[in-house]
């Protein structure tokens, strides 16, 4: 988890947010979480497991950015991925839905 979000954190173009929801984990998640939450773009949750869909549902409340990319635990990203991503994305023709 610490790896996937350091690798939000680190990218050479940041991301406009990062929010990271502890789906009712049953070990010291909450606590690793809480210490990114003085980041300013970074915004922590905690709520009861109930499924990575529910997860995902509950963040778009919070939701402020155009585009969403999502991250388990035990994923992480190149350093240059929102980079890239941002260049691809805002290049899309207005008749193109992702």
Request: glycine share 4%; net charge negative; hydrophobic share 40%.
């Amino acid at each position: 988890m610490q790896a996937a979000i350091h690798s939000c954190v680190t990218q050479s173009v940041p991301f406009d947010q990062i929010i990271i929801v502890d789906d009712g984990s049953t070990y010291s998640s909450l606590k690793l979480i809480n210490q990114w939450g003085n980041h300013s773009n970074i915004r922590c949750f905690s709520k009861t497991n109930e499924g990575k869909a529910k997860a995902l549902k509950y963040m778009l409340h919070f939701l402020t950015s155009d585009f969403v990319l999502e991250l388990d635990a035990d994923d992480w990203l190149d350093p240059d991925a929102a980079l890239l991503i941002k260049k691809h994305l805002t290049n899309l023709p207005s008749n193109v839905s992702l």
